[in-house]
C-alpha cells in the first residue's frame, strides 16, 4: 500500500504533533508484515470510502482528476482526499497490503476473494440522496452489486456453504448517513422533506431503511459488521461557509441534527446482536473519533476549520480541477470543503480499530 511519506521529515511539523503522528501510524502498521487478520474486507457508504465507484458516472461528484491524489502514486483514483481513505487506513491495519478494488472496476476472481469495495460519493441510505447532482451508486445499489459478488464467490469456492462460511469470515464496513442530510434533509430545496419529517422522524425513516439495507448483509453472509455513525458534519468547511456559525466553531444546529440518527443506530445494532447471535456488530464513533483527531490538529496549532487545503468549486466543494494545492497539507484537517485529508484518515483509523478488533 502506500508508503508514510516525508511530511514526517519536515522541520515545520511540531515535536508533539509529529510524536502523536508517529504513534498512530505505528500502530495502524502493526500488522503490515502479518497474514492479514480476516480474509477479506467489504466496504460500502460514500464518499469518505469511496475509491473510484463514481468515476465513469454522469455526476459532479467525482474526482478522478488532479489535485485529488497528490499523494498517491497513481495519482488520482477516485478517492476524495490527497491519498488514502479511512478505509483504506483500515485495510493497512487489518494487515492488506494493497488496496481493496473498487466494483467499478471489474475485480477478477483473485481480487474478489479479498474483497471488494462499493462505496459512492454523493449516495446514501435513502435512493434520492445525492441525485441532484448526477448518478451515484446509493446503499441498496452497492448491496445488489456484492450480490453479484457473492453470486461469484459460490462460483469460485464451488457451493454456496463453502461460500458462506468464507463470507462469514470477512470483516463488512458501512459508513452511510452522511449524504441523506448533506445531500438531501438539509439541502435549501427539500422543504417537502422537511415539512414531513422533523429531525427525529427523518432520522426513524432512515434507521428503518438502514436495518433492511443491513438484515440483507447478513442474508448474504456477512458475520462481522462495522457501521459508522455520523460525524459532525456542522464542522465541514462547506456548511461553515454556508450557514455561519454565530461565533460558534461549528454549525450547531446541523450537528444537533445527526444526534437522534447516531441515537438510533446505536440501537439497531443492539437490536441486531440480540437478532443474530451468531454474528457480531459494531458502531464506529465517528462524533468522538473526529472530536479527537481535530484535538491533534488544534493543539498543534494547524488548520482545522473553514480552510480547505485546495481551491474549492463555490457549486460542488471540491477540489477545482488542475490546480495547485496548499504545499503542507499535514497541516490541514480538510482537504477540500467536506472531505479529510490522508493524514486525517490516517489518525482516525487506529482510533476507530478498537471497536473493529472487536468482532474480528
Not at 49 to 78: E, F, M, Q, R, W
Not at 181 to 208: E, G, K, M, V
Not at 317 to 346: I, K, M
Request: with cysteine.
Amino acid at each position: 500500500m502506500v508508503s508514510r511519506r516525508s511530511f514526517l521529515h519536515q522541520s515545520w511539523v511540531s515535536p508533539l504533533f509529529l510524536f502523536v503522528v508517529v504513534v498512530a501510524l505505528a500502530a495502524s502498521s502493526a500488522d503490515g508484515s502479518r497474514t492479514p487478520r480476516v480474509p477479506c474486507y467489504f466496504i460500502f457508504g460514500d464518499s469518505l470510502y469511496d475509491s473510484g465507484n463514481n468515476n465513469n458516472l454522469n455526476t459532479l461528484a467525482k474526482v478522478n482528476y488532479s489535485p485529488y491524489g497528490i499523494d498517491l502514486p497513481a495519482g488520482p483514483t477516485g478517492r476524495f482526499s490527497n491519498g488514502q481513505t479511512t478505509a483504506d487506513a483500515i485495510g493497512e491495519i487489518l494487515g492488506f497490503k494493497d488496496f481493496i478494488p473498487p466494483f467499478a472496476s471489474n475485480p477478477d476472481d483473485r481480487q474478489i476473494l479479498v474483497g471488494v469495495n462499493y462505496a459512492s460519493g454523493s449516495a446514501g441510505i435513502l435512493v434520492e440522496s445525492g441525485k441532484q447532482g448526477g448518478d451515484n451508486v446509493d446503499l441498496s445499489q452497492q448491496l445488489r452489486n456484492h450480490e453479484v459478488t457473492v453470486s461469484r464467490i459460490v462460483e469460485i469456492l464451488g457451493s454456496k456453504v463453502a461460500a458462506f462460511e468464507y463470507l462469514g469470515q470477512c470483516l463488512y464496513i458501512c459508513n452511510s448517513g452522511n449524504n441523506d442530510y448533506i445531500n438531501n434533509y438539509i439541502l435549501p430545496q427539500s422543504t417537502a422533506i422537511r415539512n414531513q419529517y422533523n429531525p427525529d422522524q427523518f432520522a426513524a425513516l432512515l434507521i428503518t431503511q438502514y436495518s433492511a439495507q443491513i438484515n440483507r448483509l447478513y442474508e448474504l453472509g456477512a458475520r462481522k459488521v462495522a457501521l459508522a455513525g455520523i460525524s459532525n458534519i456542522g464542522c465541514t468547511p462547506s456548511l461553515i461557509a454556508t450557514l455561519g456559525t454565530n461565533g460558534a466553531p461549528c454549525v450547531n444546529s446541523v450537528n444537533q441534527l445527526v444526534v437522534p440518527f447516531n441515537t438510533r443506530l446505536k440501537s439497531l445494532i443492539s437490536q441486531l446482536k440480540l437478532s443474530y447471535p451468531d454474528a457480531k456488530f459494531a458502531y464506529l464513533d465517528s462524533v468522538r473519533v473526529g472530536t479527537l483527531v481535530g484535538a491533534v490538529f488544534r493543539f498543534a496549532a494547524f488548520r482545522i476549520r473553514a480552510t480547505p487545503c485546495c481551491q474549492v468549486s463555490t457549486v460542488t466543494g471540491l477540489c477545482l480541477p488542475n490546480t495547485v494545492p496548499c504545499s503542507r497539507r499535514p497541516s490541514y484537517l480538510f482537504w477540500d470543503a467536506f472531505h479529510p485529508t490522508e493524514l486525517a484518515n490516517q489518525l482516525a483509523a487506529p482510533l476507530f480499530f478498537p471497536a473493529i478488533q472487536r468482532i474480528l
